[in-house]
């Protein structure tokens, strides 16, 4: 039916066909070829119609992705490359829009891929499904069902490292929405017996090895486990460790997964519990023993696992020893235990698998296989049958193989297989398989899918062993050994088992041990194991029945689960058996093809010019113009009510071609038009651009000058204004002129009239005074004329001496207010008149005394000041008037040591008790060199006794001058500092000092250096030297008499302000500055 739906995939860049209905022509051969092209491409799904066929890629290919899920998300089913995602798509929608029931039966051989398949479908729902905390809640619940359910069911066989090892039908139901509201999951027919044994190199179900390698220590210590699985005999004998596999991971991953689904934290502990006792009852060793009574007995050898059992599981120790020991009288041990610990953990079994070593298991399973091969192609016929109905087309009966026949062998009421395997259970007497075998040849010898070695057709057939039956299943022959029927098919637990799990205090137990209930005494039989399955199956067939149908069929490409390898027989086998071909036949009967009027005619309509590019028509009518204008034969297709019938795909493909051909055409076709439209849209949209863009130009350029004339405006406006302004403020300025002028002209004339006033007021007061003044002259002329001659006499001399003594008194008085300075140099003298001149000068000369006396005063109190004071007086004495430095050293004191030659240590060790010791003078000095006037620094020293000339740096006595050697000193009237010690002539054995002649020193303080030698001097010799002060004046040098000659030097020529010597003969020039 979804093949309806498009074409496009189909037949767009696909390697193969992707839909094996369109393969020309169908052989067996060539439909494995298209498989294999398309696996070698990666190309893992392909279409029978609505079915797609997998083959297990054993690798990793990018096509669970969810960018792949959105793309297949509301596509139809053929819109895209087959694959799982569409089928899951086409199920959900129509369940979710058209409210049909929907079930996927996904087949095939253990390791196709039936497992990853459900999960990838479970994975695309839950991704389209709708969000939402409570719906994600219930996908992640249906999701981790999975590892759950593998970790308990799943084992590591020769075929597969996951495999399943029970059969699974998962029940989703959903809202109204299409969101998962809740699921139900039924197992069916889990192989117990992979519990106790197995084929070498195989594994016991997953959950053993998860726990000892998952669990933490503590875990383990209260399960009384240890890591090793070697330690268990259930678990020895095969390989322990799987590389594909992370037990370790896995064991947390069913963990934390057990929570999600709903299990409490006690409830996964007893389950573990339950695992663990497993475990231990397979250590349980069972040694035979003979009873009392004579009878077979036994024990169990070592008691510590039976009470690790016991106490896992909280039972009553004797109780559970007596339950097992009893029973080995009966059963074999080691399967009993077996059975025991595993069979109702989980329930059914249904395994898609052929079994090379069959048994009553294998016969179950391909029971059930054959009952779905039959709905399968009742449903596929019914759907094909139904369409044709409904689109009022003849349907062609179709040659196919129908296995209903062998579903009849086996489950027919009363004759059927199952009948006589019952029956024989039931029948009382002596029962084995043997006797069972024997009622199945009697009662089938003749159905033609039966043989046996006791049959008639089969007794020369070598293969097959007299304890065995073969039936012709539609997937190939099989042969079952009858060994254990009787005993499997009767499935029981005894009784006291049964009691003893029930009375167990563990809590999982009592549900898995309903019929342990000692109340629950029911004498019936329980129903057989093959009845039991009958049932499921029968319900299970009718479940299926009543949803839309979908398939996933399986292959698996070759035995060793390699990627890129394929094994064609192995291929084969596998489409053969799963009647893959027969599908294609099916589907191929009557019309290969089949496509609504309205899509067919959208994808051909270009093939005829009529139908090209809209035909307003009804579509049909196109569609047969298409066809016919195809020159197609009308055997070749028929006309459905809505849809269009092709017989053979050929047809399609040449189609196809021509759509090709034509496509090329009509896409340059589109292009040119689209190309011409483009343009002229573009052109159309230039033009309104251009509208709109001079608009917007024009509208600037007159806001421009509509702004500019605006401003020019307010410009002019505003120059009027201002003169407007300009012509008020003047003429206001004029009216406040003339106010101004006559408020001056007033101003003045109140002027004029007062000053006219005080004149007059003045010339009468003079008036008046000189009136007064005549008046008084002339009384004064009156009175003196009247008292004149005594007048003369006696007033005049007392009046003039009233006078005088009043003028006396005024002198005086001003005088005392105006005195000067009592500074003895002071020179002011307040002025008076000329009638008291002799007395201000002798006033003056008293006043000058009496600062004088006051000034010496202070010096008697102060010994060292009186001195300095005679030494300053000397000074003036010496030089006052006479040297024209002499002013500039009167406000200088009289300093002495100007070296502080005291405080030198080597002048105080070389005066040290000499007579030299008490220092008068010292500083640096020039002396003048007497063979050519030049200076040279020394250091002058006076002391109390005589001049020392020393060098200054090395503190030698250049020469040492006596006082008593001194005869004169002389000096010029001006302003250098020229100083003569004229010295004793020398007489004939004088000293060189003496011979040499006078000393001429310049020395900076050269008024003090005299003042002080004038007064040591005198205190030394008891009289002074003559100290001679002329503008020329006389030296000996060495004997000689030179004439020294001050000059004005010419300030041209002498600019450096030095004062210069140079002697020439007896003439030594001395140049001032
Ligand atoms: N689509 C796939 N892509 C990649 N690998 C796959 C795919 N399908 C299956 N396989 C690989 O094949 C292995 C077997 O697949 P899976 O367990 O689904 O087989 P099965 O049909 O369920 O077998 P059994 O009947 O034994 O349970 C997987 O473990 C996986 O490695
Ligand atoms: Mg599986």
Redesign the pocket.
Known sequence: MALHKGTLAMFDNSVGVSDVVLLYPVTEDDFIKNLQTRFEHDL?YTYIGNVVI?V??????P??THSVIEEYRSRNIYELPPH?YAIADDAYRSMRDRNLDQCII?S?????????????IMQYVAEVSGKGQEIDRVKEQLLLSNPVLEAFG?AK?A???????FGKYMDIEFDYKGDPIGGVITNYLLEKSRVASRNPGERSFHIFYQLLSGADKSLLESLMLTPDPEKYTFLRNGCTEVS?IDDKGNFEKIRSGMQVIGFSETEVESVFQLVASILKLGNLQLVAKSNEDGTDGCDIEDHSELYAVGELLSCDMEDLEKSLTKRTVEVKTETVTTDLSSGELFFFII???VFQNNSFEQFIINYCNEKLQQIFIELTLKEEQEEYIKEGIEWIQVEYFNNAVICDLIEKNNTGILALLDEECLRPGDVSDSTFLKKLDSKCHDHPHYESRNCKKNQSDKTLPYDAFRLKHYAGNVLYKVDGFIDKNNDLLFRGLSKAMYNCEHPLLKTLFPEGNPRQKSLKRPATAGSQFKVSVTELMKNLLSKNPNYIR?I?PNDD?KPDVLDVKIVTHQVRYLGLLENVWVRRAGYAFRQPYEVFLARYKMLTPMTWPVWRDEARQGVQLILQMQSVPPSEYAFGNTKIFIKNPKLLFDMEEKRREKMHYLATLIQKVWRGWHQKTKYKRMRASQVVISAQLRMYLARKLYLKKKVSTVKIQSYLRRWMAQQLLKELKRKALVLWAVGVIHKNFLGWQARMKVKQIRTERRRDWAVSVIHKYFVGWQVRKQYHNQFRRVAGPKVARFFVLALKKKFLLDLKDKLPSISPVCNDWPKCSGRFKNASEELRKIYHRWRCRKYRQRFDSNPSAAFKMKEKQAASELFKSRKDIYPHSVGHPFKGDYIDLKLNHKWQKLSKNSVDEDVVFADLAMKVNRANGKMVQFLLVMSTESILVMEHRTMIIKYRIPFEQITGIALSPYTDKLVVFHLQKPKENDAILCRKGDFIFSCAHVVELVAKAYLAIQNHVGKPPDVKIANQLQADFKGHNVDIIFRKADPNVQKDGILRLSRKGNKLDVFEP
């Open positions: 893992i997998s297990n890629p054993y690798k990793q290919l096509l669970y799982i996904i095939g051989e253990s390791g196709s891929g039936k497992t990853e398949a459900s999960k990838a799943n066989t075929k597969n490292d996951n495999s399943s090892r594909s395994v898609y698998i399986c698996k689960k």
